[in-house]
């Protein structure tokens, strides 16, 4: 993981302060940001599209403190039945765990004030495997889960040399660590062919 990858993943984790004083556990936390997180690179990554209008994140961002809280929980549940399957599929039966308007106000304003020009740049998945493990650490039981470090996934890829004709997969993909490598190191040996 990158030095900018590692400084956004501490900067989303210190917002765990802010969700712990409204009552949100640690587990809570992840899935809170990664809402939060999927609406606010839609528009980073210029795929708002599959959001209906009126449910995106300048929408959040552009309500009063006051009622943005019930606008997010009146958000969550529209996209679980409303966009492209991928957006249904995230938001199937989602909640928010925030009591307080201040809470999500101040997540909203955090969350966008996050270099995602390079975040972007380093790989999205990277994050998110950041705060799986950042939560896992925390917790000290893990909950079963095992994070493999990213030189030795590296590592491995540029053994197996996968191809462009290669099917991969991996059973335990977890967070998709060997996947997102695989895709990187593929992209970045057959870059010709795949313009062909």
């Known amino acids: 993981m990158s030095n900018i990858t590692q400084d956004i993943v501490a900067k989303l984790w210190n917002l765990c302060n802010v969700l712990k004083d409204d009552g949100v556990t640690y587990h809570q936390y992840v899935t809170e ?4 997180l999927f609406l606010k690179m839609a528009k980073e990554t210029e795929t708002e599209g599959q959001l209906p209008e009126g449910y995106r994140w300048s929408d959040l961002e552009n309500k009063s403190a006051p009622e943005r809280l ?4 009146l958000l969550l549940i529209h996209l679980g039945s409303n966009g492209s399957t991928l957006v249904k599929q995230i938001f199937a039966n989602a909640s928010s765990f925030i009591k307080k308007p201040a809470t999500l106000s101040t997540l909203v304003t955090e969350i966008d004030k996050l270099d995602w020009y390079d975040a972007r740049k380093e790989g999205l998945g990277d994050l998110y495997e950041g ?3 950042k939560n896992a650490d925390e917790k000290k039981s893990g909950a079963g889960q095992y994070f493999t470090p990213r030189p030795l996934i590296d590592a491995m890829v540029a053994v197996m040399k996968p191809t462009l004709d290669d ?4 059973p335990a993909a977890g967070t998709g660590g060997f996947l997102i490598a695989a895709d990187r190191y593929i992209k970045e040996q ?3 062919e795949m313009r062909t």
């Open 33 to 36: 940001l990664t809402y939060l």
């Open 70 to 73: 019930q606008f997010y929980k």
């Open 131 to 133: 705060l799986l493990q």
């Open 167 to 170: 099917i991969i997969q991996d």
């Open 190 to 192: 057959h870059r010709p």
